[in-house]
């Protein structure tokens, strides 16, 4: 049912310490390690996930592991008379860390990733109104609200409607 396969060598490396949110965030949720660790062994589509891993956020932690560029997809060949499915498979089996960063900074890293706190929603709403305003630049967001341009990239590592594109954020369209 499903393919089975093997990803030798293939080396996630991270150049950038905001680029550890999305790793994060998948190793601190037992339901995203899950499917993470299924999506290492084989191709599976959303359906086969969400019926082994049997949680509701398989859906949210595609689209973590996609933005994060830990996961590549394509399409699955139909049966005659059925839909094409998209399916997915993890891309890497190793880590290496080549950055440097303050401690500020890693702090700010570890709490955007590993955090519930409200606060983080409160400041991702005022962030989207801006944005709606038309200030889009991580510089002037950054301190507008007292936080550092990590913070505010790190915020868009995290939620899945918001990117990075050069000095800054955009919102992405993803059918919410």
Not at 59 to 65: A, R
């Amino acid at each position: 049912m499903y393919r089975v396969f093997t990803v030798p060598g293939h080396i996630r490396i991270v150049n950038d310490p905001v680029e550890l949110v999305p790793l994060l965030m998948t190793f601190n949720s037992p339901a995203f390690k899950k499917v993470y660790e299924l999506l290492s062994k084989s191709w599976m589509t959303e359906e086969e996930l969400q019926a082994q891993v049997k949680d509701e956020s398989v859906p949210l932690c595609l689209q973590v592991l996609k933005k994060g560029n830990l996961v590549e997809e394509q399409w699955r060949m139909p049966k005659p008379g059925e839909k094409p499915l998209k399916e997915f498979r993890g891309t890497y089996n190793k880590f290496r860390a080549n950055f440097q960063c303050n401690l500020q900074d890693l702090s700010d890293i570890l709490y955007i990733s590993l955090s519930n706190d409200e606060n983080l929603r409160e400041i991702v709403g005022q962030i989207e109104a801006e944005m709606v305003n038309g200030n889009t630049s991580i510089s002037d967001l950054s301190r507008k609200f007292g936080v550092s341009p990590v913070f505010i990239r790190g915020l868009a590592k995290r939620i899945p409607h918001l990117d990075v594109k050069g000095q800054g954020l955009v919102l992405l369209d993803t059918g919410r």
